[in-house]
């Protein structure tokens, strides 16, 4: 147990693990497609949760987000892979079916913005009706984003652009977490 004001180590997940929490959403009703779409962003683009809810369909581009107003007032710019960005235009029909009114992309079915603590309670319910036993949250995606970049051998300035970091250290912290055994045998791949 972690002591008062203590942060909690991040546990990024596997893919597998964010896959159950995707099922978890139903794909046969709105507000699944909604919270489905949501959690890929999140995931997929590493976007922060006040990053995503604050996203309009302008800033929705052929596999490309923007983000208008990231920390510190930053913007920048993220591709999605096209399984991704097919989950988030899949709402977006949705959305539009619904003639849901309201600027955000992620709003409620009424059009009103979406909040944070609805976020911060679905991600916990998810990952209980999955069975993982890890800590899941909205930042722990963006974490698992990182990770999963890191894994794949993208260069840590490229980690810390897509991420929006000011500073190379903060996304150090970010992919501090992988596999001591699997860093060394991709050192030992590397072509020098």
Known sequence: MSKKGEKYPAEPLSSG????????CSPRCPTGLRNRALLVVLWRAGLRISEALDLESRDLDGEVVRVRNGKGGRSRTVGMDPEAWAVLQ?????RDKLKISGSKVFCTLKGQPMKTAYVRTLLPRLARKAGIAKRVHPHGLRHTYAFGLASEGF??????????????????????HLNPVDLLKQLASRQW
């Open 17 to 24: 693990e964010v896959r159950a929490l995707l099922n978890g």
């Open 90 to 94: 899949t709402w977006m029909l949705t």
């Open 155 to 176: 260069d840590l300035r490229d980690i810390q652009v897509a991420l929006g970091h000011s500073s190379l250290g903060t996304t150090g912290t970010y992919i501090s």
